[in-house]
């Protein structure tokens, strides 16, 4: 990390500590997070992922006395009745423990991780897989708890990875995570979109914000029409920046409205007559189905999860 503090120390050390004893989550959508906790045999945590993965309340002698130890030196532990509970999660990906924040994300500042982060996980490795061509600089805008950026440093060591947010929760996770994973070949850099960072890019990620968030909290609202305005924004920024043969590859999500899918056509109208070859793929017609009972999309048939990969020309 190349700014740390002795919290920060701490809480790479925790992860550390339950990575030894073989600790593993994987992180399920908040509604399914709120249905698991509220039966009445989850009202307190009995193990290591009831702790950190399902951010239940947990008695202090639950935890062996060198974890409790390292919660409280990393500023994680937080007081709940006659209980205490981890301000934290660690989530499992792909080999990887990653610390985000706990559940109910209800701060401004969360730092989310999620099926969303799987979906995303997902589409980068099949992209790496599928491309032999050269990539050096690569760049995971709105990086959250850096889950992109990291995979992307693993999987291309010799390549300069950027990790780029405005939230500096974010980033202080993100360099934390990729600590935890080895990357040396990332840096965690304040930014808003591409506007910070110099130069071009064989490889920009995004995972950004989709949905109309009434409390506008950053990792959720996406702004716009219908959530979609974020992604534009990147969108339009990034393929600026592409280097030639340079690739974005977008995960993001789309309120469908009478069958038609809105987001889709305004991509078709912005590349319309520009020579970027493109692809773009529904992953999962139906997330977040929940949103369609109030608010923004009441007249929406369904919230999909897309990958739209754009690359720009050799010459």
């Known amino acids: 990390m190349t700014t740390e503090t002795a919290q920060d120390r701490a809480l790479l050390h925790l992860a550390e500590a339950l990575r030894e004893r073989g600790y593993h989550f994987i992180t399920p959508t908040p509604l399914t ?28 002698e639950l935890l062996p006395t060198a974890i409790f130890s390292l919660m409280d030196q990393a500023g994680v532990l937080a007081p709940s009745d006659t209980c205490w509970r981890s301000r934290v999660r660690f989530s499992s990906l792909d080999g990887q423990l990653f610390v985000h924040s706990a559940y109910p994300t209800e701060e401004p500042d969360a730092v989310f991780f999620g099926p ?7 589409a980068i490795l099949a992209h790496l897989n599928n491309h032999k061509g050269h990539i050096g600089r ?12 990291v995979l992307a440093a ?18 202080r996770l993100t360099r934390i995570n990729a600590a935890l994973a080895g990357a ?19 490889l920009i990620l995004a995972n950004p914000p989709y949905l109309v968030d009434p409390s506008e909290r950053a990792y959720r609202h996406g702004g716009g029409p219908l959530g979609a305005g974020l992604s534009l924004a990147i969108f339009d920024s990034a393929l600026e920046r592409l280097a030639p043969c340079g690739t974005l590859l977008l995960y993001t999500g789309v309120a469908m409205h009478g069958n038609q899918d809105p987001f889709l056509r ?20 139906d997330v977040f189905g929940e949103e369609l ?11 999909a999860a897309v990958v739209l990969e754009v690359t720009r020309p050799a010459g």
């Open 33 to 60: 997070h709120e249905r698991v906790n509220s039966r009445v045999e989850n009202a307190l945590a009995k193990d290591l992922t009831g702790v950190f993965g399902w951010s239940r309340p947990f008695q202090h």
């Open 116 to 122: 969303d982060t799987y979906r995303f996980a997902n």
């Open 138 to 149: 690569v760049v995971d805008i709105g990086c959250g708890s850096g889950a992109g950026g």
């Open 154 to 171: 693993l999987a291309r060591p010799q390549a300069e990875v950027l990790a780029v947010d405005i939230n500096p929760a974010a980033l």
């Open 184 to 202: 040396d070949n990332l840096t965690a850099r304040h930014s808003d979109l591409l506007s910070d960072v110099g130069g071009e890019f064989d």
């Open 266 to 285: 305004e991509i078709s109208q912005r590349l319309e007559g520009r020579e970027f070859s493109w692809s773009y793929r529904e992953v999962d017609p």
């Open 293 to 303: 009972l109030d608010g923004a999309y009441t007249e929406c048939d369904r919230i």
